[in-house]
Nanobody, 122 residues
Framework: QVQLVESGGGLVQAGGSLRLSCTTS????????MGWFRQAPGKERESVAA????????YYTESVKGRFTISRDNAKNTVNLQMNSLKPEDTAVYYC???????????????WGQGTQVTVSH
């Protein structure tokens, strides 16, 4: 069974930074496309960023471009999300997710973490 564990969430003032990490176990990390999602209260879950198994393809939702950076370390089974210039509207529960590399970009993810809260104050 594949498990994903997020860490690094917390409370930060607007303009600050946080670094989220997600470590996987129970599978072969290099066979997964990895993604970060978020869900704010009363809103639907949205895709924030994604990275292919070798880093050749990276996606960001428009609202985080230039502020967030996704990266992965296949040797450590870890994917990170560096979040800079945080805004109150970035407040949400952030989830790490994985899907097999042979799935299309729009295919649903196969495995999910439990989420980590990010709160950005004014």
């Amino acid at each position: 069974q594949v498990q994903l564990v997020e860490s690094g969430g917390g409370l930060v003032q607007a303009g600050g930074s946080l670094r989220l990490s997600c470590t996987t176990s129970g599978g072969t990390f290099s066979t997964y496309t990895m993604g970060w999602f978020r869900q704010a209260p009363g809103k639907e879950r949205e895709s924030v960023a994604a990275i292919s198994w070798n880093g050749d393809y990276i996606y960001y939702t428009e609202s985080v471009k230039g502020r967030f950076t996704i990266s992965r370390d296949n040797a450590k089974n870890t994917v990170n999300l560096q979040m800079n210039s945080l805004k109150p509207e970035d407040t949400a529960v952030y989830y790490c997710a994985a899907k097999y590399v042979w799935k299309t970009r729009n295919a649903p993810y196969d495995f999910w973490g439990q989420g980590t809260q990010v709160t950005v104050s004014h």
